[in-house]
């Protein structure tokens, strides 16, 4: 059965993807450079054209703008022999990824080469696969901040001649100044040079556009280090006092269960801290935050962009009428606004078959639409009652906090039908 991101074929290969290093024909294989020699068409970067012009022997045609063109470029040359040349490993952040959404595997043939981080690798003597590996090219370089933890090392391939200035001032801003910082440029030729600094202090001029940073992690006082579990402190967020607390938090995102590539619409997301955490618990979850204040909307942003998950999508907008046709979800947090007329209907009718829907209520308006969607649909409620130990006097007391009810559901497979 085919799929999008699989396509069934089974035609004979007319497509080469290509990997090639700074190193140029000298690092390909007979089979690659046969290949290269064969193709009618040639696609690639002008750097990748350049390496390989001894072999090429076909029509050159350089990547468009949109990258889209160029797909559709290749996907029309389709049963004649055609070579798309790639930055070393095609299908480790490359066009080979690309490619293979629209063409079948038994259409194509790779030849792959040492990935950028291989050869970062091999030049620091790091085991890769104890290793963290994060593309920053074309990316936010706050996409680094969940890796930043003491002792970790990390090799992030950035975009451009910037891109180590960049990080450096990241790692300095946010506490990690002392982290070693290894810029390596331009790895496997001529170009190649490898150069040591210390975040705070980086000072490096003229960095190649093609480079790959080694940072050795160092946490000085004050690093805001983003633990593995959900519940972080609630200071780390920027706030106005409309924020999951940090205990409820954790129950909360414990019961929405979060699975690899799912998405989650968080209603009512104040600080955003619920779709911010149920990101940071993998890289290919996603969330939209759904926000009627515009202040509120600007601050998750803000939040996003430094707890390292700058993907989070923001929607400004009271729901329901701010849900139309956004993607349905996988999950649904309901933690505001959830006792308006119309959310709670529309958050149902919205979420897929099998998803889980969890609510907050801390006023009696709230915890009453819970207990009737609890009486009609089912689930679980639970009552969610915390004390903090604090000062009375000379001597320390318990000062309770506002109790939550917590209802939580998950959509029937098949639909549900109204009662009569």
Known sequence: MSTPDQPLSTAAPWLSIVGIGEDGLAGLGDEAKAAIGCAEIVFGGARHLELADAAICGVRHGWLSPFERSVEAVLAARGRPVVVLASGDPFFYGVGVTLSRRIARAEMRVFPAPSAFSLAASRMGWALQDTVCVSLHGRPVDLIRPH????????????????????????????????????????????????????????????????????????????????????????????????????????????????????????????????????????????????????????????????GVPGLAVVEGAAPEALAGLAAPDAIFIGGGGSEAGVMPAAIDGLKPGGRLVANAVTTEMEAVLLAQHARLGGSLIRIDIARASPVGQMTGWRPAMPVTQWTWAKPAQPIEDEE
């Open 148 to 307: 930043l933890h003491p002792g970790c090392r990390i090799l992030a391939l950035t975009s451009d001649s910037d891109g180590p200035a960049a990080l450096a001032a990241l790692l300095a801003e946010s506490g990690f100044g002392g982290s070693a910082l290894t810029v390596l440029e331009a790895l496997g030729g001529a170009r190649e040079r490898v150069s040591h600094h210390q975040a705070e202090q980086f000072a490096l001029d003229g960095a190649d556009m093609l480079n790959v940073c080694a940072v050795e992690v160092v946490a000085g006082d004050g690093a805001q280090v983003l633990a593995c579990t959900p519940g972080l402190d609630d200071g780390l967020f920027e706030h106005d006092g409309q924020i999951t607390k940090r205990e409820v938090r954790a129950l909360t995102l414990s019961a929405l269960a979060p699975r690899r590539g799912e998405l989650l619409w968080d209603i009512g997301a104040g600080s955003g801290s619920i779709g911010i955490e149920w990101m940071l618990a993998d890289p290919s979850l996603r969330a939209i935050a759904i926000e009627g204040h515009a202040e509120r909307a600007a601050r998750i942003r803000r939040n996003a962009g430094r707890f």
